[in-house]
């Protein structure tokens, strides 16, 4: 079929996510036809490279034959069982053990679901059904980030602090507070890095007084904000965090959906901050996204009681453990151990991206650079000795992530926050692409933003 067909017809009939529809339609849509290595290649017979994996996702790369043989075998074998009733099947409990081998010592078992969305529904469960169990029901309150990103169902929404999501479709989930975000740059410029990453984590403190100590039971964010922005706490955070945390007794919940499987440079995240979090909410690249699969590690403290005093647990999904996507998640984590990428990203990619990276710092659009392991932002200023905005109608972050886009990289825009997360098998050489293409756009960005 011809690209503009394929285009008429999504447009005629296709809802795209997080899309506006209508603008869609005058717009028209890229089809990614094929993909091998960092790069996708479109309708149009463009290469772009995905500095973005996909959704964060795509950790070992496009065109993994072993991953297209697991799958190919598992089909044949058993394409689908599920593990309600006492049953189960040899990719799930492979896959449960190798991941309590690859997590924190004190997590020992997994709950799986089929997305990042439903790991965060369960957790949202777990987390009350815990406190129900432990004979202190009121401990509902769950305190959550502004900004921050939890997933689509409806109680991912609610404990993600996404405004225009929170505006659409109706109440939210009850019982959920957010508190800011440690965002130095956006937020906390009037403040020391370190001092702001203390005000943060006193705001937590705040908040749990304000709902009342005996009625708050968990505490939910990423190691790194990503799709907030990438953002990346103040060394003075965590640790403030944590113990703010042990003195009223709440629970960890760490959502590893973008900084698990070696997107920082460990395992997990919480490795990266030396986090011991009660739950990991896990997907994306647990199966390099190549099918759908996530899940919830679940730290001793809460399993043993769900096991020992829960009873029944009224919740799973018809895919929770998917044999075909569960085989596939197993020879994906094999490889990455097989290939020590997720050491590769800490000693080798991420450094030399986070020197390649900075050197954007010195353009003139730009106001800040972050970066950790494989994925960086940048933030784009109209001025860059007091590092002003730029008026928020100008969008100058989706002009950027447009021309980036028509020049062969896919760099994602939040407001005017630039976003790269490529694959964790990209090579130095394409690094070095990349970062050029960044700065290409960058210039075309300015000189546009100039006229
Ligand atoms: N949690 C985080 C941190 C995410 O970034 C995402 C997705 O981007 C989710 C949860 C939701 O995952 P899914 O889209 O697989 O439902």
Known sequence: MHSSDLRAL???HHLHPFTDFKALGEEGSRIVTHAEGVYIHDSEGHRILDGMAGLWCVNLGYGRAELVEAATAQLHELPYYNNFFKTTHPPAVKLAEKLCQLAPA??????????????????????RRYWALKGKPDKQWIISRENAYH??????????????????????????????????????????????????????????????????AAFIAEPVQGAGGAIMPPASYWPAVKEVLAKYDILLVVDEVICGFGRLGEWFGSQHYDLEPDLMPIAKGLSSGYLPIGGVLVGDRVAETLIEEGGEFFHGFTYSGHPV???????????MQAEGVVERVRDDLGPYLAERWMSLAEHPLVGEVRSLGLMGALELVADKTSRARFDKRLAAGNLCRDICFASGLVMRSVGDTMIIAPPLTITHHEIDELVSLARRALDETAARLAH
């Open 106 to 127: 004190h997590i020992n078992h997994v709950f799986f679901t089929g997305s990042g969305s439903e790991a965060n529904d369960t957790v949202l469960r777990m987390v």
């Open 325 to 335: 996507c569960a085989a596939v998640a197993l020879k994906n984590l094999e490889i």
């Open 10 to 12: 999504d447009s005629a």
């Open 151 to 216: 997933g689509s169902t409806v109680a991912g929404m609610s404990l993600g602090g996404m405004a225009p999501m929170h505006a659409q479709g109706g109440p939210l989930v009850p019982a959920i507070s957010h508190v800011r975000q440690p965002y130095w740059f956006g937020e906390g410029r009037d403040q020391s890095p370190e001092a702001f990453g203390r005000t943060c984590a006193e705001a937590i403190e705040a908040r749990i007084l304000e709902l009342g100590e005996d009625n708050v």
